[in-house]
Each structure stands twice: as structure tokens, then as C-alpha cells.
């Protein structure tokens, strides 16, 4: 019986405190935001209004609140794991690092607990050093899940923003690999396709019985020099070809 009025009398003391967390809200995030803004540790929070600082920080004060008057909701820790993804969400395009983000909701717990935990016990008689302890504990763990799960949402969200880059700049490597194909093989194309002719009008003429000693001597340099261009063509091509592919050119 003893217990049962002992469960009751505490039951009632935290369904206070959560009635007194709801009264104060607006105070109490403006607690919030001011230990956030104080500390230069989040240089981030400088470029926010107070509108994008207090992102879904209503929210979870709310549901802090609730979880106070009925600590075993399991709706309600539903509702604030995700408000805390949101939060981290909204924090990443903010630009926020993952350190300020961690940092600014320990600030938070830090200054809920300090203050508020401490401002209702004063008026409330009630609400004994065992129901204190009580009440640190749902707090904590309250807050413990929103940094889970915030920072769980951010670093989400940057792997999903590494993999974009990385899939951005293998489609940007791809249309360069192919532009440099297109124009190795269009200079190929203009630098050989003259000599084949060439090739073929010397071999014909070699075969010519009638042609004097001279004339097949005359034959058989142009021949030598025109292979000799189609090698340095050869040597050209793959200087090209190297230095577009970034790589080093021997001698």
C-alpha cells in the first residue's frame, strides 16, 4: 500500500513537472538558444536567425514535456526520435558541423537540467531529491536519443551528399575520356588518311618495269621519307594521347 502511494505521489510529481515544462516553454527555449548563441564553439549558429536556430527544438520541448507526464509513452519517444532525424537534417543544410551539432544539444540538455529541473523543485516541495534523480534520468535519456539520433540523420545525410559528388565527377571523368577519344581519333583520321594514297601509288609505280634505275632509286626515298612521317605522325599521336590522359611522357 505504502509503495502504491509512494508510485502515485511521484507519478504526480513528474506529471507537474511536465505541466510546468509546457507553461514555461517559451522561456525555456529561450534558455536554449541563448547557450547555443553563447558558445564559440558553434560559430555556425552566428549566421542563423533565431527562427532557424529554433528549427524542431518546440517540438522536442513538447515531447520532453509529455515524456515527463507518462514516461513509458512509447508514441511519444516515436514522435521525438523523429523530430531529432529532423533536426539533424535541417542542421546539415544549415552547414552545421557534426561537433556543433553534438555540442549544441549537450548544451541544451545541460541548460534544461541546470535550470528548469532546478526552478520546479523550488516550488515544488514535493518534488524531492528522489524524484529529482528520477526526472535527471528521463531527461538524459530523452536527450541521449535525440543525439542518436540527430547525428545518425547527419552523417545520412553527408554520405548521401559525398556519393553525389563522387557520382557527379565519375560522369564528368566519363565525357572527358570520351571528348579526348573523339579528338584523338578525328586528328588520326586527318593525319593518316592522306598517306594511304601515297603508300599505295609507290607500291604501284615499284612494280613498273619500264622505270630506270633512277627513277626506282627516286621511288624508294620517297617511300623511306614516307614512312619515316608516318612514324613521327605514330610518335605524335601517342604524345597527344599521353598528355591528355595525364600521363608523364618519356624520351
Request: overall charge neutral; some cysteine; glycine content about 4%.
Amino acid at each position: 500500500m505504502t509503495r502504491s502511494i509512494e508510485t502515485k505521489s511521484a507519478s504526480s510529481c513528474f506529471a507537474g513537472f511536465g505541466d510546468f515544462v509546457l507553461s514555461h516553454r517559451e522561456e525555456i527555449l529561450q534558455s536554449w538558444i541563448s547557450a547555443v548563441d553563447r558558445d564559440p564553439k558553434i560559430s555556425t549558429s552566428d549566421n542563423l536567425t533565431h527562427t532557424q536556430l529554433l528549427d524542431h527544438l518546440p517540438e522536442l520541448c513538447t515531447e520532453l514535456a509529455a515524456l515527463l507526464n507518462n514516461p513509458d509513452a512509447d508514441a511519444i519517444k516515436r514522435e521525438a526520435k523523429r523530430d531529432a532525424k529532423a533536426h539533424g537534417w535541417k542542421r546539415w543544410r544549415q552547414g552545421y558541423k557534426l561537433d556543433e551539432l553534438i555540442r549544441e544539444i549537450c548544451l541544451i540538455r545541460r541548460d534544461f537540467i541546470e535550470t528548469s529541473l532546478g526552478a520546479f523543485a523550488t516550488i515544488n516541495p514535493e518534488f524531492d531529491i528522489n524524484a529529482q534523480n528520477r526526472a535527471r534520468q528521463i531527461v538524459e535519456r530523452f536527450f541521449d536519443d535525440v543525439i542518436i539520433e540527430a547525428t545518425v540523420q547527419f552523417v545520412l545525410e553527408h554520405q548521401q551528399a559525398v556519393r553525389r559528388v563522387n557520382a557527379r565527377r565519375r560522369a564528368e571523368k566519363k565525357l572527358r575520356a570520351a571528348a579526348k577519344a573523339e579528338f584523338i581519333q578525328a586528328i588520326s583520321h586527318q593525319l593518316r588518311e592522306p598517306l594511304g594514297p601515297v603508300f599505295l601509288t609507290l607500291d604501284v609505280l615499284l612494280q613498273d618495269e619500264s622505270l630506270s634505275a633512277r627513277g626506282l632509286e627516286m621511288i624508294q626515298l620517297l617511300q623511306r621519307n614516307l614512312k619515316a612521317e608516318a612514324r613521327a605522325i605514330e610518335d605524335l599521336l601517342s604524345f597527344v594521347q599521353s598528355r591528355l590522359n595525364g600521363r608523364p611522357i618519356r624520351d
